[in-house]
């Protein structure tokens, strides 16, 4: 009976999911990004600091935003902003953790009943965490240049990021081991761009890294 | 002296005699008519027939028929710590494309990720329909100038946020939160925490992402045995990528796996029966016509299948695995039948003298089935039908064709032992006897006493543990633990007034219960409700009040950069004329409704989850009973549902109980003591028959209860036959009777301690055991209390028993 509910619960739910198919993806650039995943996987832990611009419509000028991102293979994630404003926000697994000092408390959520969030969430993640090959079910893509590496995404027809993303180029170090530069431009037309700096390659990160409010 | 007048019965008997050929030969007719009925009669080995008639059936019936009927669904696990991510997607995809034929199609409705925030932002234009009373509250309260100058600042920050490129969209279409606040009930009802999964590229994985769930749908209908069979025997025969293991649920499984189990349940207990019922037969009779008195059994029970599914269809697996204890009970008639007539060279003068005590001792038999049809459950219905017409018709083929089939006279071993003088019989060591009874009373009132009644329905089902186990995997894996849900289902013919049912009991609900009701009408209401809720937005948005927050958002936004037309989405939306219609467009809300909607033949169904806690429950089971086409579905209904049946059972057999204890007292026992002694062994024998179970550490279930109430009746023959023999100085006649009633019902009982299905093994259990006590103290202990309580001259006896028992 339990399970008859349950299951039951889970079917009427699960009629709203499709199983995308797998897109082709060119040999050579398939092989190029297997490559540089190669290189990113002996990075168990990483920590990097950015610097964020964002260009946008609605503000009359650029937000220049200051933080660091830590990362810990599998599933975990930090994101902190330490200026203009202070915010923190810790992904684990399916649960999103997020701070401000505004608000002054921690407000966590389940990813998994979130679709909406949870893709964009996922999308994020997967361009920090050197998951290429996964972003090529939502993207083409294109290597403007193989030295020093620039990889070029732009979305696929149906794909949730083309509603908000035109293109993400990506340019990588000259050891290929972390990137550089993120660039973003939205379909409105804003841009943003991430500069990275300061890369730490596995190191110890300690429990506190993944609480929202650390600094 | 002369020879007194010939009675009803010896003139139909003699009647039946002088055309036996032509009714032998007109039976075989009926009997070929059976066996053709039954060839073309439907069986279910559903356990459905074993729950009470109700809410309860008819919500797991109309479950299974409305979703878990075509749907097969599949947990993979990746087994093996070395595979990649990358590499289990890829063993997954390429078993979904094994699996994907006409009996499997891959669930694919068309909604995907793709768009969900376009839709989620297209939603927003709904806020004016869902704007109700709270919704009002919550924006008078939005729109204060502070509070603006509060939003704005939160916009600005989430900008800092790195999902602010997907959802920034948001805030500037909604800066106040108004509409997504009204949304945040379709965020709610999409975040239900009912299960644990997380979607990522359009898969479903486990939080741990260990595991990968597949949904596929199948056109095979549950109650194709063939076809079932073969969607399982496919699912079976597949082979599964090297490093993943896979759990899979269906109800099918279920169908296939009872009835193979059923049915070879039936066919062991039928050979192993009749094995041992003519080996008994020959070893004590060594008359190769006493085959005859399983003969006639076995033809009434294969008479009264057919004849029991005029009434009920179609006939569970279940009952007609009780068939050989019917034949076993039956069998006692031609038993009577046989040891009469061979003292008697006029059959139907030796059959008279049996008619009336055997006919009092079918009808406590029929009594204890009869009952069974107050018991509300479909299974024990059916089970009264064919035991009743099954042993009815024995009753009447053991008086008035099993003579013909004897002949004249005929010898048996049992003719070789002298009957002793009435009165040369001492009863010894009677308070040894006595104490036997004594002890076996306090026994099993001491084993019973150690009982744990169950009411979970799981007990009842015969599945195969591997699948059963698979599905505790696949729950494990799965559920997110948030506690048991309760469903609340509303059906009406249309879907407005699905909504509309459906919203007035939730409305209820939620003053009473909070929040915590998970429904569809939390977030779409029926036009009537609709249609309010947009003159409530239309009054609230007036144009000052407009202008207003104009200047505010324009002030307050200024302060952190915000251009003027930051926010002019949000202002276009306000000025649009909003309208009645579903957004039947968009994907994100046709998720949700799918999940809380369906269709069926019947119209639509609207449902609600909520948690099985017994406050909820209660509430929202009662609050059903008020709205019609409403039902509750919970494991807490489903369990209270079934105590409620043991205890019905439970009333029944004491009601039984009395009513047998005076009609027989008043019919058959010269006195009260008599009476109480007769029910020593009936007694005893139930609390044995529930007490056993508990030794060998089993939960009493309602199958128990229900053998026990056959073991009383039984019993209860036992107990008058034993007491009515000593009486009249009849006891080593009446000794030898039960001794081979009691074998032969005891095989009967008995082959079904060698079956797998649970109902038929606790049956089994229950009733061997109640018979072999109530056997052992019928013959045993009654002579001693008997000789202690009750003993008088038995000529005086005689002169105040209305009949002669065989």
């Known amino acids: 009976m339990k399970t008859a509910v349950f299951a039951f619960s889970l079917c009427l739910a699960s009629q709203a999911f499709v199983f995308a198919a797998e897109p082709e993806v060119p040999a050579r650039i398939a092989e190029r990004l297997r490559q540089l995943e190669s290189k990113l996987s002996s990075v168990r832990t990483l920590q990097v600091d950015f610097v964020q611009e964002k260009q946008m419509a609605i503000l009359e000028q650029k937000l220049v935003l200051k933080g660091r991102i830590s990362l810990q293979q599998p599933d975990k994630m930090a994101w902190r902003v330490r200026s203009p404003i202070r915010y923190g926000m810790v992904i684990q697994g399916s649960t999103l953790r997020q701070w401000s000092e505004d608000t002054r408390d921690i407000q966590q959520f389940s990813l998994a009943g979130n679709p909406v969030f949870a893709a964009a969430i996922k999308q994020i993640q997967n361009w920090f965490s050197g998951n290429y090959l996964a972003l090529t079910r939502d993207f083409h893509v294109a290597l403007p240049s193989e030295s020093p590496l620039v990889i070029e995404f732009t979305p696929r027809a149906g794909s949730p990021a083309r509603e908000v993303i035109q293109r993400i180029v990506m340019r990588f170090g000259a050891d290929e081991r972390f990137l550089r530069r993120l660039e973003v431009t939205e379909t409105g037309g804003d841009t943003m761009g991430i500069t990275f700096s300061d890369p730490a390659f596995n190191p110890a990160l300690p429990a506190e890294e993944w609480d929202p409010r650390h600094e | 002296m002369s020879e007194p007048a010939p009675t009803w019965f010896e003139r139909q008997f003699l009647v039946v005699r002088s055309r036996r050929v032509a009714v032998f030969f007109l039976l075989t007719l009926v009997m070929g008519a059976a066996l053709a009925g039954i060839a073309r009669m439907k069986f279910s080995s559903s356990v459905e027939v074993m729950l009470p008639d109700g809410n309860v059936r008819d919500a797991i019936r109309f479950l299974t028929e409305a979703s878990l009927a075509d749907k097969v669904v599949v947990s993979l696990e990746k087994s093996d710590p070395s595979m990649t991510q990358d590499e289990f997607v890829s063993a997954a995809d390429q078993f979904t494309a094994r699996l994907r034929s006409p009996e499997l199609v891959p669930v694919d409705t068309g909604a995907a990720t793709a768009g969900m925030l376009e839709n989620f932002t297209r939603l927003l234009g709904c806020a004016p329909q869902l704007f109700d009373a709270g919704a009002l509250a919550a924006a008078e309260a939005a729109v204060a100038p502070e509070v603006i100058a509060r939003s704005v600042r939160s916009l600005y920050q989430d900008l800092a946020k790195p999902a602010s490129l997907f959802t920034g969209k948001l805030g500037r279409n909604d800066p106040l939160g108004i509409a997504r606040s009204v949304l945040g009930r379709l965020e ?473 204890v005076l009609g027989l007292t008043l019919l058959l026992s010269p006195n009260w003591r008599l009476a109480l002694i007769a029910l020593v062994p009936a007694v005893a024998a139930v609390l044995w028959a529930l007490g056993v179970p508990a030794l060998l550490q089993h939960t009493i279930n309602l199958c128990h209860v229900t053998a026990a109430a056959v073991v009383f009746g039984l019993c209860v023959d036992y107990g008058i036959y034993m007491t009515h023999g000593l009486t009249h100085g009849l006891e080593r006649r009446s000794k030898t009777t039960i001794i081979l009633t009691t074998a032969t019902s005891l095989i009967g009982a008995g082959v079904l301690l060698l079956t797998e299905h649970p109902v038929l093994f606790a049956i089994g259990l229950s009733l061997t055991t109640g018979m072999l006590v109530g056997h052992i103290l019928a013959v045993w202990a009654v002579p001693g209390l008997f000789a202690l309580w009750a003993r008088t001259e038995p000529r005086q006896l005689s002169a105040r028993a209305p009949t002669q028992r065989p």
């Not at chain 2, 062991?268 to 399983?294: E, P, Q, Y």
């Open chain 2, 188 to 660: 709610r009802l999409s975040a239900a925490n009912l299960y644990d999964v997380t979607l990522e590229d359009g898969r479903l994985f486990s939080r741990d992402r260990r595991h990968l769930l597949l949904v596929f749908t199948t056109p095979v209908s549950l109650t194709d045995s063939a076809g079932s069979r073969a969607l399982v025997d496919r699912l079976d025969a597949l082979s599964l990528p090297a490093g993943v293991r896979a759990d899979v649920v269906c109800a099918h499984l279920h169908t296939a796996s009872n009835e193979r189990i059923l049915t070879r349940d039936i066919g062991r207990t039928s050979w192993v029966g009749a094995i041992a019922f003519l080996l008994i037969f020959a070893g004590v009779f060594r008359d190769w016509r006493s085959a005859a008195m399983l003969g006639i059994p076995v033809c009434t029970a294969l008479l009264a299948l057919p004849l029991a599914a005029l009434f009920h269809s179609p006939i569970s697996y279940i009952v007609i695995g009780f068939g050989m204890v019917i034949v076993g009970i039956s069998s006692d008639y031609g038993i009577y039948v046989y040891v009469m007539t061979r003292h008697c060279g006029e059959p139907a003068r030796a059959v008279r003298r049996i008619v009336r005590p055997m006919g009092m001792g079918l009808l406590t038999t029929l009594a204890v089935f009869f009952a069974f049809y107050f018991s509300g459950i479909e299974g024990y219905r059916q089970l009264a039908t064919f035991a009743i017409i099954s042993i009815a018709l024995a009753y009447l083929g053991s008086l008035f064709l099993l003579p013909h089939l004897f002949g004249e006279r005929h010898a048996s071993r049992l003719d070789a032992a002298p009957q002793p003088a009435l009165e040369s019989i001492p009863v010894t060591r009677p308070i040894l006897r006595a104490l036997t009874a004594a002890l076996a009373l306090a026994l099993g009132l001491a084993l019973l006493s150690r009982g744990v009644f169950n009411t979970n329905i799981i007990q009842l089902d015969g599945t195969d543990r591997g699948v059963l186990e698979s599905e505790k995997r696949f729950e494990k894996t799965w559920s997110a633990g948030g506690g048991e849900q309760g469903i609340l289902a509303v059906t009406a013919p249309t879907y407005e007034e699905a909504l509309a049912r459906s919203e007035t009991l939730c409305d209820t609900a939620s003053e009473k219960l909070g929040g915590r009701l998970l429904s569809f009408s939390t977030l779409w209401r029926s036009e009537a409700s609709r249609s309010a809720n947009i003159a409530r937005w239309q009054a609230f948005w007036s144009p000052d009040r407009i202008a207003s927050v104009q200047a505010n958002l324009l002030e307050s936004g200024a302060r952190y950069g915000f251009t003027a037309a930051a926010f002019q989405p949000f202002f276009d939306q306000l000025h649009a004329v909003p309208g009645l219609d579903e957004p039947a467009d968009n994907a994100l809300f046709q998720m949700i409704k799918d999940r809380f909607v369906r269709q069926s033949a019947d119209g639509f169904t609207v449902f609600s989850f909520f948690p099985d806690t017994p406050e909820f429950t209660g509430t929202m089971s009662r609050l059903a009973e008020s709205v019609p086409g409403a039902f509750c579905v919970s494991r807490r209904v489903l369990t209270d549902s079934l105590a409620a049946s043991i205890g019905h059972t439970l009333v029944l057999v004491t009601v039984i109980s009395l009513v047998l």
